[in-house]
């Protein structure tokens, strides 16, 4: 990954910004925005914004982090994704974008921190298209990283400040800014010798811009290597957190609606479904129970499908899970096309407690475009987990009572 801008002597905070902010932003592709946060107060109470003329201006802020996304702390310790901000306040959206039009856009959050400790949220907004195949972000994933070094490495030299003890141990990091600093004195001192040594300082230049370069790939990578633990501790979460729902006796309602959020959100799914066996018909199907990210139309009208009928109907009969991360490989079992769908891979589980068919778990609209071999199996679990729920609190039976019941 080669990131053209030069950051060797972007030693404080906001020049990084003022250099980074106008290059994620890309060709007027993009709105980004930058907020800081105070640790004393508790709030971001700074923003740096790239206005529609590629300048960027700043304003005081006062905002909880929480208010942008409920996640964005337990981020901080863990993977640090770009997450929608779907609930977000359309004013709390304008003071950080001034002029964006929310219902047009879609708008991402992602906390930068180091060493455990929040540093800031970077904001980005895309133009809304409703397209098949939206895979990824682009290139705003690996630019996050960068920004979050950079800001990282200038917090660590205002710390050090000019009198930095070499004879104490130091930690990676701190010997990565180390050299850093020394390629910089490095530099210095050749273009003071500009007219006898001009070829030697535009190799220097060259080295520090390489170094630079392999510094972000092995952060980046460093990450991705970090990704498996991540997830096995956001299924942990994730179990736990549906647990100590049920255990605090929710409301059948609030409790599938609770399922469908919490699966959508740990395995970065768009558009998730809980459709529960009513046995209380003429015929055995599956309805509705609860769902996120379906068209309005069919949450409003309500969703009914016979065992055996379509991608859900078909699981629950077999009892066999499907995973499609290919629509070549889906045979009959494609997807029914909309506007709501943005990506071709889904999953889709059934939901067994005792040997009882008790309805299926749908996945689908993947912030990574698909999903990967440990997180079909991390979902197997949670599936086997869900069922048991639902089975312990009746899901089934409570929810489609007949009316006056």
């Known amino acids: 990954m080669f990131f053209p801008v030069r950051l060797h002597d972007a030693v404080d905070t906001e020049t990084v910004l003022r250099r980074l902010l106008p290059v994620i932003a890309g060709a007027r592709e993009r709105r980004v925005a930058y907020a800081a946060y105070n640790v004393a107060r508790g709030l971001l109470d700074e923003r740096w914004t790239v206005t529609e003329t590629g300048d960027v201006e700043t304003a005081p ?38 002029g964006i039009d929310p219902d047009k856009s879609w708008v991402h959050v992602r906390a930068i921190a180091h060493d455990g400790a929040l540093m800031g949220v970077l904001v980005v ?37 000019p009198a930095l003890a070499v004879d104490k141990p130091i930690s990676l990091a701190e010997s990565v800014l180390e ?5 910089e004195r490095a530099v210095a001192e050749a273009r003071a010798e500009m007219e006898r040594s001009r070829g030697r300082i535009e190799a220097l230049e060259r080295a520090a811009s390489g170094a630079t370069e392999l510094l972000m790939d092995a952060h980046v990578d460093l990450d991705r290597r970090a990704a498996k633990h991540q997830r096995q501790t956001r299924v942990m979460f994730l179990l736990r957190k549906l647990m100590e729902r049920n255990a605090a006796g929710m409301e059948p309602r609030e409790l599938a609606v609770e399922i469908v959020r919490t699966v959508a959100e740990a395995f970065g799914g768009g558009r998730c479904s809980l459709m529960l066996v009513d046995e209380a018909g003429e015929e055995r199907e599956l309805r509705l129970g609860a769902a996120i990210g379906l068209p309005p139309e069919l949450v409003a009208a309500g969703v009914r499908i016979p065992l055996g009928s379509g991608v859900s109907g078909r699981v629950a ?36 407690s005792r040997g ?6 749908n996945l689908t609209n993947f912030r990574a475009g698909t999903v990967d071999d440990t997180e079909v199996e991390q979902l197997r679990l949670v599936s086997l987990c869900v069922g048991l729920l639902a089975d312990h609190a009746g899901l089934p039976e409570r929810l489609f009572l007949p009316a006056g019941s």
């Open 125 to 161: 907004a895309e133009a809304r298209r409703f397209s098949f195949s939206r895979k990824s972000e682009g290139p705003v994933p690996a630019a996050g990283d960068v920004l979050e070094m950079a800001l990282a490495r200038a917090q660590a030299l205002r710390a050090a400040g």
């Open 356 to 361: 009882r068919l008790l309805g299926v778990l």
């Open 61 to 98: 802020l006062e905002l909880e982090p929480s208010r942008l996304h409920s996640l964005l702390m337990d981020d901080v310790g863990g993977d640090r994704p770009l997450r929608p901000a779907e609930s977000v306040a359309v004013w709390v959206l304008r003071d950080l974008l001034p």
């Open 317 to 352: 009969h077999t009892r066999l899970p499907l995973v499609v991360r290919d629509p070549d490989d889906s045979g009959d079992a494609a997807l029914m096309g909309d506007d709501w769908y943005t990506t071709d891979a889904f999953v889709s589980l059934p939901l067994v």
């Open 179 to 183: 050299r850093l600093r020394e390629s």
